[in-house]
């Protein structure tokens, strides 16, 4: 089975940010020292937190239609900004805000995922 892509109606608001999770074993010795080595191959993973500004109801829907469908379980192809080419990538976490009269915004975290190809 293919990967869905995410595609949203627009771009993600100016500000969107990236940050790394890296996951280490770490081990404290009494005198201070400390030893450190990477959890496993893929040690370093991304996360974005996008936010989509001004959206009209219908497109407010059709992002969270996508992201409920994957249920924070299924991984989905995506082009985050700056980036050339589509990750691999999860969504657990997002938010909907109601602005103006008929205009709302979504906040979404995306992390980067290395599972196994579909």
């Not at 500000?15 to 450190?36: C, H, N, V, W």
């Not at 991304?46 to 969270?64: P, V």
């Not at 996508?66 to 080419?85: D, H, I, M, N, S």
């Amino acid at each position: 089975m293919a990967l869905a892509t995410f595609t949203p109606p627009k771009a993600p608001s100016v500000g969107a940010s990236a940050e790394p999770k890296i996951k280490l074993f770490e081990a404290e010795f009494g005198d201070g020292y400390t030893q450190r080595s990477a959890a496993g191959l893929n040690h370093i993973r991304e996360s974005w937190e996008l936010k989509f500004e001004l959206l009209t109801a219908a497109e407010s829907a059709a992002i969270r239609t996508f992201l409920q469908a994957r249920g924070g379980v299924e991984a989905f192809l995506y082009t985050p900004p700056g980036e050339a080419t589509p990750i691999r990538v999860t969504c657990k976490k997002w938010k909907r805000t109601f602005d103006e009269a008929d205009r709302q915004t979504i906040t979404l975290t995306i992390e980067q995922d290395f599972g196994l190809a579909s």
